[in-house]
C-alpha cells in the first residue's frame, strides 16, 4: 500500500469513527416483525403518541385546536372477513369516484383500510398507498369489533386482536402498499381497555375521530355536509367512508364541503401533520391541548 492510499484509508476511517460516534450511520434498532415500522427506517417513520401508562396503546382524536385551521378528512375502507361473497356478486365495497374527486380537489386524506379490503381491491390499495397525497393506515384484517355490542359487527376474541392488526399490515403490504402508517382505527370505533392493552407494543396510535359526517348508509347528502361543516373546528378529524354500498352519498359531500372549509380558511391535512403537531412543545406560558387519551 502507497504512503497516499495509506493516508486516504486512515481518512476514511477517521470518518467512520466520527461518524458512529455522533448517531448518523443509519443504524436503527429493527422493529417488531409485523409492526408498521418493521419495513420502514426510523428517519422517515411518521409521528406517533406515546404510549400511555404500562405502555397502553394512546389514542388519538384531534390535533391542536390553536395551531391555525386545519382538518383531516380520513375514509374508512371497510369489509369484514365475510363479505367476499357479497363482492363477488357485484356489491362495491370501494368508491373510486370519490377518490377521484379527492385528487381533482388536491385533498389530502387518510385511508384506513382493512386488510379484507386489500385483498379484494389490491390495484387501489397499490394506487392509494403509492401516492403521496394519501396515506394508507390499518382498520384490522376482518372488520370485527374489539368490543362486544359494536354496531352489529361481530366480534374479535382478545388473543386474536394482535393477530388480527398485523394480518392487516399483511395484505396491505402485499397489495402494493409500501409504507403503511403506524395508525389504527378500530372498527366501528369501539375499544375498551382490554383492546388497548392487546395492541400495545405494536407502536401503533389509536385514531379515532372527532366529526362524524354520519356518511354511512346516509342518503341525503346535503344533510350529511352540513353536519361535517357545522362540526369541524380548527384540528378536527372528520370520519367519512370509503365503501360506495354502505355511503352512496359520500363523494358528493366531499364535493360541496371542501369549497365551503376553503372559503372558511381551513387547510386540509393527513392525519400524521396533526400528530406531528400535537407532539410540538406548548408555546411558553400554554397548556398543551387536550387532543389524545389513553
Known sequence: ?????????????????????????GTTRP??????????????????????????????EHGPRTLGKTVAFTFDADMTADQGPRAASGEHFDNPGLIAALRTLKVPATVFMTGRW??????????????PQFEVANH???????????????TVTADRMR?????????LRKAGVPNPMPYFRFPGGCYDQQALRALSGLGVTAVQWD????????????????????????????????TRS?????????????????SRGYRFVKVSEL????????????????????
Open 1 to 25: 500500500m502507497t504512503p497516499s492510499v495509506r493516508r486516504i484509508a486512515a481518512a476514511l476511517c477517521a470518518l467512520g469513527a466520527a461518524l458512529t460516534a455522533c448517531g448518523t450511520t
Open 31 to 60: 422493529a417488531p416483525a409485523g409492526s408498521p415500522g418493521s419495513a420502514r427506517p426510523s428517519a422517515t417513520r411518521p409521528p406517533v403518541l406515546a404510549p400511555g401508562p404500562g405502555g397502553l396503546t394512546p389514542v388519538f
Open 118 to 131: 386489500a385483498d379484494q381491491y389490491p390495484d387501489q390499495a397499490r394506487s392509494l398507498g403509492r401516492d
Open 140 to 154: 384490522s384484517w376482518s372488520h370485527y369489533a374489539f368490543t362486544a355490542g359494536c354496531y352489529g359487527l361481530p
Open 163 to 171: 393477530t388480527d392488526v398485523q394480518r392487516a399490515y399483511t395484505s
Open 211 to 242: 366529526v362524524v359526517s354520519g356518511d354511512a348508509f346516509a342518503t341525503d347528502a346535503d344533510a350529511v355536509a352540513r353536519q361535517v361543516l357545522d362540526g369541524v373546528k380548527p384540528g378536527s378529524v372528520v370520519v367519512m367512508h370509503c
Open 246 to 262: 354502505a355511503a352512496p352519498t359520500t363523494e358528493r359531500v366531499v364535493r360541496a364541503v371542501v369549497p365551503e372549509l376553503r
Open 275 to 294: 400528530i406531528g403537531r400535537a407532539n410540538a412543545p406548548a408555546p411558553t406560558g400554554h397548556r398543551p391541548p387536550s387532543h389524545a387519551k389513553t
